[in-house]
């Protein structure tokens, strides 16, 4: 799993920071990636980058406003130019499908490939045999969600000298050991918790749309090994942020720490800022929880 970051500003985009879109790339675990949000020019941004669009198997939109939808149409013709025929899901608050079937239709734009729309309330909104999405609603000015993704727990491996040691050769019956709780082998009956290693643990990545510091998400993220938050203010901004429906760098810390995350990193920089504020913005916001990065556009953080 790679968080790729495509655009890491708010609002409108600068020089430095084009408008919010970020890849979570699962090559190694599904073949595929992910994409959260899609302003404008982030297909631009792709070309920068190793992701090839007819790997993106899905879009979760956080919410309607232009800066994180605009470039959606755009990415989807795009995407069927380049010979895409997967079909793809969207994800999004009510209207997102309104939106892109007049935004293709009044454009004539006609593609390759099966659009699939979901639209979403809080609570469980996929699963598979490799993890659950889930959503909860924010504290925006208009209906905005949070994703996290959950990979489910692995079995251990197999203790392979372990059953070498007893006498058990390789071969099919290793398959039979993973697969049922116990196997009777040469008579001897062999329970399957004893020949495997520990469970591996899932993986938890949390990404939040725009949003006012919400306490009560506590829950939603707790002990995500990574928590993507808005960070549209300093810390000295609070009424400001509180006024727009946004959070400073210190409140999403606060989230962070509250939730016992493993990794903080902060998005959606407003433009006010300048390369010379990144310091001073992450500082303050490892006051409250150390583990925090700023994303850059087209920065990666592998989710170890
Ligand atoms: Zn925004
Ligand atoms: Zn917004």
Redesign the pocket.
Known sequence: MNLYFLGTGA?VPSKKRNVTSIALQMLQERGSTWLFDCGEATQHQILHTNIRPRRIEKIFIT?L?G??IFGLPGFLGSRSFQGGDSSLAIYGPKGIQAYVETALAISGTNLTYGLEFYEVEEGIIYEDDYCTVSCHKLD???A?FGYCIQEHDKPGELLVDKLKAQGVPPGPIYQQIKEQPAVTFEGKVLHREEYLGERKSGRKVCIL??TRYMSELKDFVKDADVLVHEATFSKNETNLAYNY?HSTTQQAAQLASDANVKELILTHISSRYQDDDLEGLVSEAREQFPNTNIATDLSQFPVS
Request: glycine share 16%; hydrophobic share 25%; no cysteine.
């Open positions: 609002g919410h406003h800066d994180h925006h000015v208009i905005s749309g725009d429906f």
